[in-house]
Structures are given as C-alpha cells and as structure tokens.
C-alpha cells in the first residue's frame, strides 16, 4: 500500500527515530540517492533561485564518483546525511556488512544524520547505528517520484497533506528526475501558500 503521509501507527512503534522537525512552522525538505551527475546539479541552483536549502542523503558510492558535486552541495548550504555506500537494505544484508557500508560512508563526509534507505533495517542494525551516535532520520510525507505507476499530478494533489513539522522524501536520481522535476517546484509553491518556511533537518 502506497502512503504519502506515514501513519502515526507506524511511528509510534519506531519512535526512536526522527519522523519530524521541531519548528511547527516549518517543512524540512530531504533528497535520497544522490549525488547524480545531471539530475543533483539542476535540483542545487533550483533551491538556490528559490533560497532553500534541504538535506541530501547520499549514497557513499555516489559522493566518490562525483566528489564536485557533493562539494558544490556543501558549498550550497545543504546539510548531508549518511545512506549507507551502496543503498543496501538493511532488512536483506548481513549486519556486518550493513555497518561496513554505512563506515566507508562515514569515511567520506561528517555528519551524524543517517537515513536507511527502504526504511528498512534491522533491530540489531538500528542498535549499532544508534551506538555510532547516529540520528536516524525518517519521514512524514513521502513524494514516490520515484513511481513511474503515478503522475506528476497526484503527488501534487497529495502535496496538501503537507503540515508543519513534516520531512519531507524526494530523490535526486536518474529513476526520479522526469517526475520530481516536474512536481518539486509546484509543491514548493503550495508549501509558500501554507506560510511554511524551509529549514535542514538538525
């Protein structure tokens, strides 16, 4: 089942993770997978005409193979977050491993926000993460521009779920791009009508 807002049910029984901001007057808008050759470079100077700045999960395989982009990313403003080195899901790989990755991607930037991709990792997983003082950091609204069985139009339509407080979850990913660059500027705009304001998630 395909939800945009994620169930208070489901974040009662994860409660351990960061599913919100602290400000009830702002959205903390995030970006997983990248950084992307083609697609993270128009998302930057995007925020930037329209002076925002977001929090970028990446990939630590990605960061190596575009180390210019991933500083243009930091030059910009924006806060960066841990996704583990090859978006491995923590429920299908070993627990050692799973650390391993997320190791070699701490080995590459310094942060201490870590998002799972999926969603999904273990309790074990989530108890050595958490003993690396890391902050897992989840969401509240969900864009799935990563979908190709949705439109453009849906995600916009589903953008008035938006309330303050809320993390919100794009991509910035070849298998993104054609919907989150076409639906990214109009939800920013319904998010300006609601009097929201952007921040970095903390």
């Given at each position: 089942m395909r939800f945009f807002r994620v169930p208070y049910l489901i974040q009662s029984l994860f409660w351990n993770r960061k599913w919100t901001g602290k400000?009830?007057?702002?959205?903390?808008?995030?970006?997983?997978?990248?950084?992307?050759?083609?697609?993270?470079?128009?998302l930057l100077e995007f925020?930037?005409?329209?002076?925002?700045?977001?929090?970028?999960?990446?990939?630590?395989?990605?960061?190596?193979?575009?180390?210019?982009?991933?500083k243009k990313m930091k030059q910009f403003g924006h806060m960066v977050g841990n996704h583990t080195y090859n978006h491995e899901k923590g429920s299908r790989t070993d627990n050692e491993e799973y650390l391993k990755s997320i190791k070699k991607t701490d080995d590459l930037m310094n942060t201490i926000l870590f998002r799972p991709p999926y969603g999904r990792l273990t309790r074990e997983q989530e108890r050595q993460v958490t003993r690396m003082?890391?902050?897992?950091?989840?969401?509240t609204w969900n864009a799935?521009?990563?979908d190709r069985t949705i439109d453009e139009e849906t995600i916009v339509k589903k953008a008035?779920?938006?309330?303050?407080?809320?993390?919100?979850?794009?991509?910035?990913?070849?298998?993104?791009?054609?919907?989150?660059?076409?639906?990214?500027?109009?939800?920013?705009?319904?998010?300006?009508?609601?009097?929201?304001?952007?921040?970095t998630v903390a």
């Open positions: 400000d009830p007057s702002s959205v903390y808008l995030t970006f997983d997978d990248g950084p992307d050759e083609t697609v993270t470079p128009w925020l930037n005409k329209e002076n925002i700045q977001a929090t970028f999960f990446c990939i630590g395989s990605q960061v190596e193979k575009y180390p210019a982009i991933y003082g890391k902050k897992t950091v989840m969401w799935h521009d990563y008035a779920l938006i309330k303050g407080g809320d993390i919100l979850l794009f991509h910035n990913s070849k298998k993104s791009a054609k919907l989150m660059m076409a639906c990214l500027p109009k939800v920013i705009g319904i998010i300006k009508e609601k009097n929201l304001i952007f921040k």
